[in-house]
């Protein structure tokens, strides 16, 4: 397997700019706390890594969570409310060999 060029990766990732007022507002916060502590204490499946065993696929608890969740969730709710920061990024090309 080979690729044409380098895979570029830029970071950070997502940042969005929410207004003062909007962040001040009980409503908004309870929702943000709600959504966080929820995503904290309930795991959704959809973020479990599934591996195949014994030739069937089964969730694997131990490994790392898939963070779309925060990464894209989030800050697609957030963005709705907000709008996309003007920040800096760097950039980072990775060369992975497949063997």
Not at 67 to 96: C, N, Y
């Amino acid at each position: 397997m080979a690729i044409k060029r380098r895979l570029r990766r830029y970071f950070p990732g997502p940042a969005i700019t929410l207004d003062y007022k909007r962040m001040a507002e009980p409503s908004f916060q309870e929702s943000l706390v709600e959504l966080l502590a929820r995503l904290d204490m309930d795991t959704p499946i959809e973020s479990v890594p599934i591996v195949s065993k014994a030739g069937s696929d089964t969730t694997e608890i131990r490994d790392t969570m898939h963070p779309k969740f925060v990464t894209e969730m989030l800050t697609g709710v957030l963005r709705d409310v907000g709008q996309p920061a003007g920040i800096s990024r760097i950039h980072k090309r990775t060369r992975d060999k497949v063997l």
